[in-house]
């Protein structure tokens, strides 16, 4: 079976399923998974690993079967480097990866752990051409894995769930939703004229920047307001909001494109802070 469309044998097969790790998406839950056990506490490396990879093949199956529903069946893209045999069997690769890793969490966590895990997996499988048809699955999908990422990552070391880490993935859900916002205004004229139902879509790229902003500075007044009022969450990581408030106000009046591209990086720097911050506790 050709798995790749544009050239043959293996090596050109493993390039083609290689291209569908996208590292700008990937990195995200991976680390926010290792951020998760890290909150916890004690770290067991081998539960923190089988959990990240389940994060990545929640995302790579999304990344799949975005691009497999984009070109093979909507043919809104004007290439893909998987033929649909590669696709289907990178999806089934992806998906017992993904099973394997979530057995593996609930044998040795137990079902908790596998039950917040499995829905990252269900979110990046329907991304399309499910929840990309409404504003609110296509903007929230990858922001909700997120969280999840966190939730998840926290549980399987500490078999519960507590108010910091709730707390915080409503942090990384509101802050990940407002910059997906900005990222789907580039897309305007396109996605309105395959009627693909984004928030500037829906409510015009001004509004769309607003609802955007509010979300942000939503925020980062929650890290503030968490670091200030929850004892596991150290005072010192107030700082990702500094950090973070920084890039929001230089992208502030960016187009979308350059506002994207200082946001996520906006966002890494506020994932560091906040490890940082929980690493050292330093006043803590
Ligand atoms: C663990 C975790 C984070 C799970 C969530 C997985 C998930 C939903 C990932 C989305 C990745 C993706 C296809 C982005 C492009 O979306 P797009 O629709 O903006 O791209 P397009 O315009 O190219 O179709």
């Known amino acids: 079976m050709a798995v790749a469309r544009h050239e043959s044998g293996p090596v050109a097969a493993g390039r083609a399923l290689a291209s569908q790790v996208h590292p700008v998406f990937m990195l995200p839950p991976l680390a926010t998974s290792l951020f998760g056990a890290l909150l916890a506490g004690e770290v067991t490396v081998a539960v923190a690993a089988l959990h990240a990879a389940a994060m990545f093949f929640a995302v790579y199956t999304a990344h799949v079967k975005d691009g497999y529903v984009d070109f093979h069946v909507r043919g809104e893209d004007d290439d893909h480097p998987l033929t649909v045999g590669g696709c289907r069997g990178a999806l089934v690769g992806a998906g017992v990866g993904f099973l394997t890793c979530t057995v593996g969490l609930w044998l040795f966590v137990g079902p908790g752990a596998a039950l917040l895990t499995l829905p990252t997996w269900v979110i990046g499988y329907t991304h399309a051409p499910q929840l990309d048809l409404n504003p609110v699955g296509a903007t929230m999908g990858y922001p909700t894995g997120i969280a999840l990422a966190l939730l998840g990552g926290y549980y399987a070391q500490a078999s519960a769930l507590s108010p910091r880490v709730l707390g915080l993935a409503a942090v990384f859900l509101a802050l990940l939703t407002g910059i997906k916002i900005i990222d789907d205004e580039k897309d305007y004229d396109y996605d309105r004229s395959i009627d693909k139902r984004t928030v500037a879509v829906v409510l015009g790229p001004r509004r769309a920047r607003q609802l955007a902003r509010s979300l942000l500075v939503a925020a980062m007044v929650g890290v503030v307001g968490l670091a200030f ?40 720097l506020f994932l560091a802070v906040l490890v940082a911050a929980v690493w050292f506790r330093p006043l803590g």
């Not at 700082?239 to 906006?266: D, N, Q, W």
Request: charged letters at 10%.
């Open 229 to 268: 009022t929850l004892p596991g969450v150290p005072p010192t990581a107030a700082g990702a909001a500094v950090v973070f408030g920084v890039v929001a106000a230089v992208a502030h009046r960016a187009e979308s494109e350059l506002a994207t591209k200082l946001l996520i990086r906006g966002s890494y």
